[in-house]
């Protein structure tokens, strides 16, 4: 039963929740994160300290982090994309701040409106204020196979980005197929690019679900040595400014594709159900 363990990271109320069109009621987002957290994660991420311009969704933010029933042994997180977001996020009691760069120069113009080198002189100051209050740091690359407005990026571009982060002194680095388009042999290659720059033990996989092929794609990513995995209970989730991504891959089929190959998350498959269940209700009413 002990198996090796894989850590899964569960991004439903962020990266599900940005995405929907109707404005989700701060209490269900906040029912959403305790019911979560009943299953047993090491890590939520619970929001977005970002424009609410931006992302209106977002932008109940300190209201959520303030309503969550804190488990212990469960780190809360949010994205940080500035020292707006992070001083923000510090004040709201956030465990874990997460800063997001990305492989293409469109996506990162799109999404956060300034280019790659903007961004990662903009998350310096972010990098020494983590440092400073001691609190952890995770980066994202966005992009690392597909991107909505330039197609296919090569794999040392991920590579590069996902470099320049961890020397800003990201603890791991979540690579993510934004879109979902990525296919195995892309994700391969482009994770060779990566580990030649940053050690397994530091990157983490996030795979949108958008072509269906996102648990293929943790299967040569657990190949390739990578040991944490973001998923989102009920397949909630996609990036406003990413038309066409669909769902992050579903916390549910994560779980019981790991546990069917050996490995233990720690999660409670029945209460991963329960709030899975709850996750996509909040997408019906949509
Ligand atoms: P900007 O317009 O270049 O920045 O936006 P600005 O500094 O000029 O500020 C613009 C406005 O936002 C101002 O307000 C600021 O006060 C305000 P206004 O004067 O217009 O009323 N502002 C803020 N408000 C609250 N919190 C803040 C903040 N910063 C500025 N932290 C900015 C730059 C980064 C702010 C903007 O582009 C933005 O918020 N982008 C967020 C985009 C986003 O959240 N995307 C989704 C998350 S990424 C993702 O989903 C991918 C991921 O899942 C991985 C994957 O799948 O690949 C992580
Ligand atoms: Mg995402």
Known sequence: QQGERVTIV????????????????????????????????????????VSPRWVPQMADAPAVMAGIARRQGTRYSALTPNMRGFEAALASGADEAAIFASASESFSQKNIN???????????????????????????????????YEGAIGPEAAARVARLLSDLGCYE??????????????????????????????????FHDTSGRALEN????????????????????????APGAAGNVDTVAVNAFLQKRGFSTGLDPEKLERAAAFARSLRRAA
Do not use: W
């Not at 197929?177 to 996989?205: H, N, S, W």
């Not at 943790?218 to 400014?241: K, N």
């Open 218 to 241: 943790i299967a040569v990513s657990l190949e390739r040595g990578l040991r944490v995995f973001d998923a989102s209970a009920g397949g909630l989730g996609g990036c406003p400014y």
């Open 114 to 148: 300034c280019s790659i080198a903007e961004s990662i002189e903009r998350f310096r100051p972010v990098a020494e204020a983590s440092r400073h209050h001691r609190i952890p740091l995770r980066g994202y690359v966005s992009c690392v196979v597909e991107c909505p």
């Open 173 to 206: 680095i979540s690579l993510g197929d934004t879109i979902g388009r990525g296919t195995p042999e892309a994700v391969d290659a482009m994770l060779e690019a990566a580990l030649g720059e940053v050690a397994a033990t530091k990157l983490a996989g996030h």
């Open 10 to 49: 569960e991004v439903a109320p962020r990266d599900g929740l940005q995405n929907e069109a109707r404005l989700v009621d701060t209490g269900d987002k906040i029912r959403l994160v305790d019911l979560l957290s009943d299953c047993g994660y090491e890590r939520i991420e619970v929001t977005s300290f």
